[in-house]
């Protein structure tokens, strides 16, 4: 069983989001006893306890205080909680950056779809009634909406339903099954969410330092360590090129001063060409290297 006095959180037992929240709170420094088929996991040098379900039990579960933390896919918070009686007990702590997808609607690959009027009356599968009812409502659409779990791309090609709304990362298994996508109807990725009520000073400190960690995690994945040789005269240009995070660090090289060190943190996009204007600038010995975390 886990402590009373451990933070709890959820994340789903299996599947790519649970890999990486795994992965993400290994990087933070926490990792786990146990195995995956269990309920609950403990860590080992954190006062944190995974309880370890179904991604669409987490945002009640948080929401009713079972745990104080989970991490869920956005689309799964707002149709399990979010538009519903709650809503107010559940806050979002912060974006993730993976498990990025959309809901969305899709058609028969051979339909003339022009606008939503072309749904008009007709029957729409999805595992996401709450969602697709609040949108379709909200731009007059009257719609048949059936709710289906599981495979609900089938649903067409087994005379069901006339489309389908469902999420969609490549639209690889859409086309497979004969379907196209036509609208987006909402943006996902993974959110850390909190029982908004507040908890005991020690867990506020626990869920705040954990917060640090991750964003530190976060922000090492969206940046580089950059570091080259430069003359004096071409600092100013260089930094230009390649702003970093904050000022970057500037260190004599020699003994006359002509030529600098120059190391900065830079966003991650420092592609080969960003390097040949730092080299057509004046610098040289250019190194770009991953960074592993951040506190600021």
Same mark, same amino acid.
């Given at each position: 069983? #886990?402590?009373?006095?451990?933070?709890?959180?959820?994340?789903?037992?299996?599947?790519?989001?649970?890999?990486?929240?795994?992965? &993400?709170?290994?990087?933070?420094?926490?990792?786990? +006893?146990?195995?995956?088929?269990?309920?609950?996991?403990?860590? /080992?040098?954190? *006062?944190?306890?995974? /309880?370890?379900?179904?991604?669409?039990?987490?945002?009640?579960?948080?929401? %009713?205080?079972?745990?104080? $933390?989970?991490?869920?896919? #956005?689309?799964?918070?707002?149709?399990?909680?979010?538009?519903?009686?709650?809503?107010?007990?559940?806050?979002?702590? !912060?974006?993730?950056?993976?498990?990025?997808?959309? &809901?969305?609607?899709?058609?028969?690959?051979?339909? @003339?779809?022009?606008? $939503? +009027?072309?749904?008009?009356?007709?029957?729409?599968?999805?595992?996401? *009634?709450?969602?697709?009812?609040? #949108?379709?409502?909200?731009?007059?659409?009257?719609?048949?909406?059936?709710?289906?779990?599981?495979?609900?791309?089938?649903?067409?090609?087994?005379?069901?339903?006339?489309?389908?709304?469902?999420?969609?990362?490549?639209?690889?298994?859409?086309?497979?099954?004969?379907?196209?996508?036509?609208? *987006?109807? $909402?943006?996902?990725?993974?959110?850390?969410?909190?029982?908004?009520?507040? &908890?005991?000073?020690?867990?506020?400190?626990?869920?705040?330092?954990?917060?640090?960690?991750?964003?530190?995690? $976060?922000?090492?994945?969206?940046?580089?360590?950059? !570091? /080259? @040789?430069?003359?004096?005269?071409?600092?100013? %240009? =260089?930094?230009?090129?390649?702003?970093?995070?904050?000022?970057?660090?500037?260190? *004599?090289?020699?003994?006359?001063?002509?030529?600098?060190?120059?190391?900065?943190?830079?966003?991650?996009?420092?592609?080969?060409?960003?390097?040949?204007?730092?080299?057509?600038?004046?610098?040289?010995?250019? &190194?770009?290297?991953? =960074?592993?975390?951040?506190?600021?």
């Amino acid at each position: 069983m #886990y402590s009373i006095s451990n933070l709890r959180m959820a994340i789903q037992k299996s599947g790519r989001l649970g890999e990486k929240c795994r992965d &993400l709170l290994e990087k933070c420094g926490i990792t786990f +006893e146990g195995q995956k088929n269990q309920l609950f996991s403990r860590s /080992m040098d954190y *006062p944190l306890d995974l /309880m370890l379900l179904r991604d669409d039990d987490i945002p009640a579960l948080v929401r %009713d205080q079972v745990c104080d $933390l989970g991490i869920v896919g #956005y689309n799964e918070l707002k149709e399990k909680v979010l538009d519903k009686d709650g809503a107010e007990n559940v806050e979002i702590l !912060m974006n993730l950056g993976f498990g990025r997808c959309r &809901l969305s609607l899709a058609v028969p690959e051979d339909t @003339n779809f022009e606008n $939503l +009027e072309s749904l008009r009356g007709k029957k729409i599968a999805t595992s996401y *009634p709450v969602i697709l009812d609040k #949108y379709m409502s909200a731009k007059g659409i009257n719609c048949d909406i059936v709710e289906i779990s599981g495979s609900v791309e089938v649903s067409y090609a087994i005379g069901f339903a006339d489309a389908i709304c469902d999420l969609v990362s490549t639209g690889a298994t859409l086309q497979s099954n004969g379907l196209k996508e036509v609208l *987006p109807i $909402l943006e996902s990725e993974a959110v850390l969410v909190r029982n908004a009520r507040k &908890l005991s000073d020690e867990k506020e400190e626990l869920i705040t330092r954990l917060m640090d960690r991750i964003d530190g995690v $976060l922000k090492a994945k969206r940046a580089r360590y950059v !570091m /080259m @040789n430069a003359p004096r005269a071409s600092v100013d %240009d =260089i930094i230009q090129i390649i702003p970093g995070m904050e000022n970057p660090t500037i260190m *004599p090289l020699g003994q006359d001063g002509d030529k600098v060190a120059i190391h900065a943190v830079a966003p991650d996009n420092v592609f080969w060409d960003t390097m040949e204007k730092l080299k057509q600038a004046g610098a040289s010995s250019i &190194l770009v290297v991953p =960074i592993e975390k951040i506190i600021e």
